[in-house]
């Protein structure tokens, strides 16, 4: 069964300071894995989409990388908007279905 | 077109009772997905259709879940007899492409008393 694990589970940061978001995942063949960043009430509004181990996109302070085993999302010089919970999310070749991990809420202070 | 509409946006029901969600896609996306939401957890995928064909399913769903997309179009998911276990965000989804990020509605949220 396809898994993923993200950590932390929260991240507190100041304004500048910039980090990385950690999904570790295991699926039978990989057709993709997903970054989302999602409000407080609200959708998960969709990032990235990595295809294969080595891959990198980026967008904006947001840069996500892919191995074999591990997703990062990188958060360079964060803004108080860049506060949010960050969904990684992995789907196995031949399947529709979209396995989420439980998130990273992360909160950046002024 | 400004995205992915699901209504209502909150339903308050008793345990016992039908509850019935509608979601309206990107117009131009043939994909469809319903999720479901607890508090801190990520979604968990229910089911899929493309077009108006439901073609996977969660092994997870309940046999009081039942989803319809009967033109193609719009969707319909429908809970029977709603259970306190029941209550959490419902959230619907939709694509154009086979591994392409998908583009979620804002959800409704279901309160069973």
């Known amino acids: 069964e396809d898994q993923v694990t993200q950590s932390p589970e929260a991240l507190r940061l100041q304004e500048g300071e910039s980090s990385s978001l950690n999904c570790s995942y295991t699926?039978?063949?990989?057709?993709?894995l997903f970054w989302y960043r999602q409000d407080p009430g609200k959708g998960p509004e969709f990032l990235f989409t990595?295809?294969?181990a080595g891959e990198e996109k980026e967008k904006e302070r947001l840069k996500a990388t892919l191995t074999k085993k591990e997703s990062f999302l990188h958060i360079t010089a964060p803004k108080p908007e860049d506060s949010a919970t960050y969904l990684c999310?992995?789907?196995?070749?031949?399947?529709?279905?979209?396995?989420f991990g439980i998130g990273t809420k992360l909160q950046v202070i002024p | 077109d400004t995205g992915v509409s699901q209504n209502p946006r909150h339903k308050i029901t008793k345990r016992g009772q039908n509850v019935t969600f509608r979601c309206d896609p990107i117009?131009?996306?043939?994909?469809l997905y319903w999720y479901r939401q607890t508090l801190g957890q990520g979604p968990e995928f229910l089911t899929y259709?493309?077009?108006?064909?439901?073609?996977?399913k969660s092994r997870l769903l309940s046999d009081r879940f039942s989803a319809e997309r009967p033109k193609g179009s719009f969707s319909t998911l429908e809970i029977q007899r709603t259970e306190q276990g029941d209550s959490a965000m419902y959230l619907c989804?939709?694509?154009?492409?086979?591994?392409?990020?998908?583009?979620f509605g804002p959800g409704t949220r279901l309160t069973v008393l």
């Open positions: 989804a939709s694509s154009l492409v086979d591994g392409e990020g998908q583009f």
């Open positions: 699926v039978s063949g990989l057709r993709g």
């Open positions: 990595l295809y294969s």
């Open positions: 259709f493309q077009n108006e064909a439901q073609l996977e």
């Open positions: 999310a992995v789907q196995a070749r031949g399947y529709q279905k979209v396995t």
């Open positions: 117009s131009e996306h043939n994909r």
